[in-house]
């Protein structure tokens, strides 16, 4: 019978690798990618949504979001943000 090897976690290398920079810069590139597949990227013309990184104490996340009436009634309509969640693969 094998023998079963125990693993423990560090914890605190597990929430630096989840809040480094390049963690980050991947969550960014993924929430753009959403964004400016939705077609009304904010341009400073017609701004649509909107996206972002926030940094926690566990873990980075990153957010797509309407950022103006024209967005929000975009999404509703059509509900642009869950077609293009694909592009943030």
Do not use: C, H
Not at 69 to 75: F, H, L, P, T, W
């Amino acid at each position: 019978m094998a023998k079963v090897e125990k693993v423990k976690i560090n914890s605190a290398g597990a929430r630096a690798l989840l809040n480094s920079g390049e963690v980050q810069a991947d969550l960014k590139r993924r929430a753009d990618a959403i964004r400016d597949g939705t077609g009304m990227a904010s341009n400073g013309e017609t701004p649509g949504y909107v996206s972002g990184i926030f940094t926690g104490k566990n873990r980075a996340r990153a957010i797509v979001r309407t950022f103006k009436y024209e967005g929000a009634k975009d999404n509703a309509k059509k509900q642009t943000l869950l077609k293009n969640l694909d592009r943030g693969r």
